[in-house]
Nanobody
Framework: QLQASGGGLVQAGGSLRLSCAAS????????MSWFRQAPGKEREFVAG????????YYADSVKGRFTISRDVAKNTLFLQMNSLKLEDSATYYC???WGVGDSIPMATQVYNYWGQGTLVTVSS
C-alpha cells in the first residue's frame, strides 16, 4: 500500500527528497511517519505528521534539517532532507497508522502499514 522512492547517493551537505505514495484512501486519516534503519542498528523514528498535516514531530538528530509534509490530494508523503550527514545513511521507510487521533507515535510496533524502504547513502 505504500511505495517509497527518492533515495540515492549524495555527498555530505547535500539534499534529497523522499516520497511515499499511498494506494489506499486511508492515507487521509492516517498519521504518517518516516523511520530509518542503518546496518546493524534498530529501526528508529525520524519524523512524523498527523492526519491533518497541522502537527509534525522530529527526532532530535534531524530537527532543523529534515522537513516532513503530505499532499492529501496526491496521497503522497514527503521527507525533504537537507544538510545530510554521514550518519543519515540508512534505509528509510514510510509507515502509517490510523486511530491515534492527533498523536504521532514513535514506536514501530504501533504502525499498521509500511513501505518497502529506500536506501540513502551519504558519502564524504
Amino acid at each position: 500500500q505504500l511505495q517509497a522512492s527518492g533515495g540515492g547517493l549524495v555527498q555530505a551537505g547535500g539534499s534529497l527528497r523522499l516520497s511515499c505514495a499511498a494506494s489506499s484512501g486511508i492515507f487521509s486519516i492516517s498519521t504518517m511517519s518516516w523511520f530509518r534503519q542503518a546496518p546493524g542498528k534498530e529501526r528508529e523514528f525520524v519524523a512524523g505528521i498527523n492526519w491533518s498535516g497541522r502537527t509534525t514531530y522530529y527526532a532530535d538528530s534531524v530537527k532543523g534539517r529534515f522537513t516532513i509534509s503530505r499532499d492529501v490530494a496526491k496521497n503522497t508523503l514527503f521527507l525533504q532532507m537537507n544538510s545530510l550527514k554521514l550518519e543519515d545513511s540508512a534505509t528509510y521507510y514510510c509507515a502509517g497508522v490510523w486511530g491515534v487521533g492527533d498523536s504521532i507515535p514513535m514506536a514501530t510496533q504501533v504502525y499498521n502499514y509500511w513501505g518497502q524502504g529506500t536506501l540513502v547513502t551519504v558519502s564524504s
